[in-house]
């Protein structure tokens, strides 16, 4: 196809190539909200690195009729307490809970091999390139997988779990008693009953250039309770982690491409999700909800309300990925799955006992630790 790579640094972007970039991740073959432009950008800004990034585009053509086919976001790590060697790693900032490339769908397997050419002839510089959370199992991964073997670059993997997902099949008001049983139905039955007395309790969808600053401001709020609050990790605990994210999160709403959903009473919101939209997919980002109310299972009843509507209002969305933990009460609602994992691309092959070694020693200690 000639298929050419272009190296980039951040400062070198123009308003043409985030454009382009736009456009290719609404067409990749994997979609991935935490690899748009809307959030890498203002997580680049927010969250300094203490290397320069590199952007990875894999373009078709020449000049001006060039055609972007991948995208990746590079940074070179020294050392790291898993890989203690020079590599390059994929790009994740702190709230990225998805790593990956971005490939164009009708051409993955060709862009797939122009990344695979260029670990292989960057070698000098790393031993490998470490990707973290990135789809298992997926076409993406295979067609990576298939190009690493012609090149003689294995993949090391040092970690994986699984990942609960919601797919529109399992959504509905139907599809609750598959899920709960008649024992906690009759509990949330009871607790919105319970929340109704209380004031007049109602839930909405607010999406994309409807969300307006009263939502964002509403959801900071509530994440920011508790104990995110007494140990400093919700978002506005931190003044940079608040301007990335409403940087970020206005970007996605202007494009079209982000939701809350919202349960409130009186008018008052006492529970919220925060959600992103890439291609076909969703995101769930964070949740939030009042602690005075904690009793009642707010984001429960919140995500409940957001299944039995979810055709309603997201008819083209395949799936959304919950970017929760395995063990996350999500888990109980959301009874689908993908795998996520990490791990690292050989390509100097003078390491690889090394970092099989250090791999090995890993699954020992994680075993006897278990």
Known sequence: MGLAIHVLEFNELTAHHIKRWCELEQRSIEQNAYLSPYFILPALKHFPLRGKPIFVFVQ?????????????????????????????????????????????????????????????????????????NRRKESELASQLDIAASEFEICWIEYESQRRPILLPERTGDANMKAVLSNKRRKILRQNLRRLNELGKVEWRVVVGQEIETTSINAFLELEHMGWKKDKSCSVLSHANHEAFFREMINGFAQADRAFFTELSMNGKVIASTCNLISGGAGFAFKIGWDESFSKFGLGILNELEFMKHFREHFPNIQYVDSGAEEDSFIEKLWTDHIFIASGIYVSNQAMKPLIQGLNFMRKVKRRFLN
């Open 60 to 132: 078709k053509g020449t000049n001006n009729a060039t055609e972007l086919m991948g995208v990746g976001v590079f940074v070179c790590s020294p050392r790291t307490i898993k890989l203690p060697v020079p590599h390059l790693k994929i790009y994740k900032c702190p709230y990225a809970y998805l790593t990956g490339l971005l490939v164009d769908r009708q051409h993955c397997k060709e862009t797939a091999n122009a990344f695979l050419s260029f670990f292989h002839d960057s070698r000098v510089d790393w031993c490998g390139v470490e990707f973290v």
